[in-house]
């Protein structure tokens, strides 16, 4: 086993960016009034958030990449047998990793065009008009449950990995180096 730098800066920063984002938004969204203009302000965040990771996805790190994670059917039918071998994230939390990009890109769609009927609109609410926005208010509330619902089984994942699986997945998301056999 050699220690390896797994996770670079520009991707924890992200990472945790992202977390406090998210959560913020989040509790600036169940409790509303005066709150929506940050709930707004945390949804352009988050979209810059999410346009930084996939441009990362491409020109970042090894293990940032999406090619290097990019959960295949031969790669998860491995990883489901037992003998998936790798760094970074395995196949189903390469799964998670995309589903959480999706949904919030989703999210953060949804909530431009969004509007709560009293005070705030989101910025691209005219390009859509109120018929379609308060539609897309309706997925955007639906989206925020499987935004927290993914966040919880990632949660959940760390957590597994750490107490049954004996693997610390904590630790490089804030250092950075794992122990392993990756690329030095």
Same mark, same amino acid.
Not at 48 to 69: I, P
Not at 171 to 184: A, H
């Given at each position: ?112 065009? %969004?509007?709560?009927?009293? %005070? ?65």
């Amino acid at each position: 086993m050699k220690r390896f730098r797994l996770w670079d800066l520009p991707t924890r920063l992200f990472h945790w960016l992202l977390v406090a984002a998210v959560a913020a938004a989040v509790i600036t969204g169940q409790l509303g009034g005066g709150l929506m203009v940050w709930h707004g302000r945390l949804g352009i965040a988050i979209c810059g958030l999410l346009a930084f990771r996939l441009v990362w996805g491409f020109a970042g790190s090894t293990y940032a990449r999406f090619a290097q994670f990019f959960p295949t059917p031969g790669k998860l039918r491995a990883y489901l047998a037992g003998q998936w071998q790798g760094e970074g994230h395995n196949p189903l939390g390469a799964l998670s990793v995309l589903g959480l990009l999706g949904l919030l890109t989703a999210q953060v769609m949804t909530g431009l065009v %969004a509007n709560d009927d009293i %005070a705030f609109n989101g910025p691209l609410l005219d390009l859509v008009g109120r018929d379609w926005s308060n539609r897309l208010t309706g997925l955007h509330h639906l989206l925020a449950d499987g935004v927290i619902g993914l966040v919880v089984l990632h949660v959940a994942a760390i957590v597994y990995y750490r107490r049954v699986r004996q693997k610390n997945l904590l630790k490089p998301m804030l250092t950075g180096w794992q122990e392993g056999e990756g690329e030095s």
